[in-house]
């Protein structure tokens, strides 16, 4: 039988998506309706807060309106990329004190607030440290559970079919590119470059892509003026998984350059790293990484590298760089991603009031079942299908040639 549920806290950590001030919004009406007398807390700034003893109480009042969080993206009690098992990062950040183990201090800390269940809201590395939380919590007999909710945009979580916010994201992305293509009309032999978020997985650059594209499909043009749809397409579309031979890219794009006077791309973060990371070691220059080991991709910077690669080849006027992550990721969720939301914050409700622990999605193992997914099974840097027929066609319709897929082994 099921320890009695008195006291649940919250938290939201790693970057932002559309999904974790709603995901916060749900559950605390989700508690007040089914368990109306149980206590809730948010720690503040994720991680860092839980270590730092730091929250936030839930009030009568915002019980009441806990379903206007659910009109907004960000976080109303904050984030931050803390791991608890780096302890040299958390020592070095003043969270915890030498010789301390975060996982005890975090631990000790729930204990001390009297936390009968955590909800940990965030990507692959937040739910993975609240996998070796529970891990921890479970090996010391600290009578805690602990169940997440899977927000990344990339979309690529094991073994979850759709993370929260990634639809969202992906719509957002595709209205930033409805205004800054029209860059392309500033200069003849414009390039444009739109970077779009995803370290290892290519899908949110492919639904952004296909979202513009119907958003394009739909606008009204005046071919006669030279407002063309050609014009205003994508041209290109690079992911992670899939190589990219730049020599025969440039002569592709070149040709399209000479007939429509600009070219389009679409390229993930994460394409070519390895590449752009071996060319910066070449030339003694160090590759920063964060509290998670992951290269930092801002000092990485693949739009600018594509943007170098491309301009000089295809004779640009001007080359431009714009990437859409820092504004689709904090966008409020639309309605595909309000309902996937709920769904999983009820079910989310529905295990800790029953005392089970995981990361609710729908199991991709499992027939899509939705259900608390084991953390043992979580892991980050699933990658996109590029055999997906949907890509394929896309890549069809713009003229892009099939690519070679790297090989990426399951983590």
Known sequence: ??????KVAFLTAGGL?????????FLIDEYTRKAPKVEMIGYVDGYMGLLKGQSIKVTDVVRKNALVLTRHGGSPIGNSRVKLTNVKDCVKRGLVKEGEDPLKVAADQL??????????IGGDDTNTTAADLAAYLASNNYPLIVVGLPKTIDNDVYPIKQSLGAWTAAEEGARFFQHVV???????????????????????????????RKML????????????????????????????????????????????????????????????????????????????GHPR???????????KQ?????????????????????????????????????????????????????????????RACEFTRIAGG?????????????????GQPYPRKKRIAKK
């Open 382 to 398: 699933k990658p996109f299908n590029v055999r997906k027929g949907s890509f394929r066609k896309m890549l069809g319709e713009i």
């Open 310 to 370: 491309f301009g000089s080849k295809l004779g640009a006027e001007k080359t431009q760089v714009f990437k859409s992550g820092y504004f689709a990721r904090a966008s409020a969720p639309n309605k595909k991603d309000l309902t996937l939301i709920h769904s999983c914050c009820v079910k989310a409700v529905e295990c800790a009031l029953s005392g089970v622990s995981g990361v609710i999605g729908k199991d991709e193992d499992k027939g899509g079942e939705l």
């Open 297 to 307: 991709l801002d000092k990485v910077n693949v739009g600018q590298y594509f943007a």
């Open 217 to 292: 499909k739909r606008t009204k043009v005046l071919d006669a003026f030279g407002l063309t749809k050609k014009r205003l397409d994508v041209h290109a579309v690079y992911v992670p998984e899939a190589k990219v031979d730049l020599k025969s890219e440039a002569a592709r794009l070149n040709k399209i350059m000479d007939e429509v006077g600009c070219v389009n791309i679409f390229v993930s973060e994460g394409a070519c790293v390895a590449e752009i990371i071996a060319e910066m070691k070449l030339r003694g220059e160090e590759v920063p990484v964060d509290a998670f």
């Open 17 to 25: 998506a559309p999904c974790l001030s709603s995901s916060i919004g």
């Open 111 to 120: 204990v001390k607030d009297g936390v009968d269940v955590l909800h940990t």
């Open 182 to 212: 029209k860059e392309c009309t500033a200069n003849p032999r414009s390039l444009v470059v739109h970077e779009v978020m995803g370290r290892n997985c290519g899908w949110l650059t492919f639904a952004t892509a296909m979202a513009y």
């Open 1 to 6: 039988m099921a320890k009695e549920v008195k």
